[in-house]
C-alpha cells in the first residue's frame, strides 16, 4: 500500500542553520511523482517540487535543495541558511501513475529562531 | 496568473447549520479537488472533478456533504447540516487536468471553519 512517513513532528533551529526534513515514501508502482508542499501560518499550501520516479538527479533552487534516494525510498529536503521566513509546516506527497490521488504525509513544523 | 480564490476565509456557526463554501480554479485548469485538512494533519480529499463531472467522491460523508460544479469551472462546497467535528480548514485545489501523468495541483488559501 501507498505510504509517506514524515517522522519529524517538530523541528526547531536557530536562523541560518542548515535543516533537513526527512521523507520516506511506500509505493509498489515504478512510475510514481513526489512532492513537497509548504504550509505557513496563513494556510496557503505553496507547492515547492515535483519530482518523477525516474529522475533521481537532486535539484537545488536558491536555499532549497532535495535529496530523491530511490535505493532508501527517501525524498528528503535542505533549507540552507535558514530564514525566519522559513517558519511553516512541510508536507511531502505521493502520486503514483495508476492512482493520481495524492497520498500526504502528516507533515513536519519547522520553527526558525531569530 | 491569478491563483486559487475561495471564500470566505473564515466562517463560524452552529452544529445543525449548514454552510457553503465557494472555490475559482486558476483559469484553464480543468481538474478541481476539495480537500478537509484537519488541525495537525495532512489534507483528506473529499472530492475530485474533471471539468462538471466527479471523478473521486469516495470520502465524500455524502448524508451531508454535498458539491457541484455544474459548469465545469467553479465549485461550490455544502455542509448540512454541520456537526462539531466537521471543524477544519477546508482547501481547494487546481490542476490543468490534461496529461496521462499526475498534475501539479495549485491550492487556495482555504476556509476555515468553525462549528460550535
Known amino acids: 500500500a501507498q505510504k509517506v512517513t514524515q517522522a519529524q513532528t517538530e523541528i526547531s533551529v536557530v536562523e541560518k542553520e542548515d535543516v533537513t526534513l526527512d521523507c520516506v515514501y511506500e509505493t509498489r508502482d515504478t512510475t510514481y511523482y513526489l512532492f513537497w508542499y509548504k504550509q505557513p501560518p496563513s494556510g496557503e499550501l505553496v507547492f515547492l517540487i515535483r519530482r518523477n520516479s525516474f529522475d533521481e538527479q537532486n535539484e537545488i533552487s536558491g536555499r532549497y535543495s532535495w535529496n530523491f534516494q530511490k535505493s532508501t525510498s527517501s525524498f528528503n529536503f535542505t533549507i540552507t541558511a535558514s530564514q525566519v521566513v522559513d517558519s511553516a509546516v512541510y508536507f511531502c506527497?505521493?502520486?503514483?501513475?495508476?492512482?493520481?490521488?495524492?497520498?500526504w504525509g502528516a507533515g513536519t513544523k519547522l520553527i526558525i529562531k531569530p | 496568473e491569478a491563483g486559487v480564490a475561495q471564500s470566505p476565509r473564515y466562517k463560524i456557526i452552529e452544529k445543525r447549520q449548514s454552510v457553503a463554501f465557494w472555490c475559482n480554479p486558476i483559469?484553464?485548469?480543468?481538474?478541481l479537488y476539495w480537500y478537509q485538512q484537519i488541525l495537525g494533519q495532512g489534507p483528506k480529499l473529499l472530492i475530485q472533478f474533471q471539468n462538471n463531472g466527479v471523478v473521486d467522491d469516495s470520502q465524500l460523508p455524502k448524508d451531508r456533504f454535498s458539491a457541484e460544479r455544474l459548469k465545469g469551472v467553479d465549485s461550490t462546497l455544502k455542509i448540512q447540516p454541520a456537526k462539531l467535528e466537521d471543524s477544519a480548514v477546508y482547501l481547494c485545489a487546481s490542476s490543468l487536468g490534461t496529461s496521462f501523468t499526475p498534475d501539479t495541483q495549485y491550492f487556495g488559501p482555504g476556509t476555515r471553519l468553525t462549528v460550535l
Open positions: 506527497a505521493l502520486s503514483e501513475a495508476s492512482n493520481y490521488q495524492l497520498i
Open positions: 483559469s484553464g485548469h480543468a481538474t
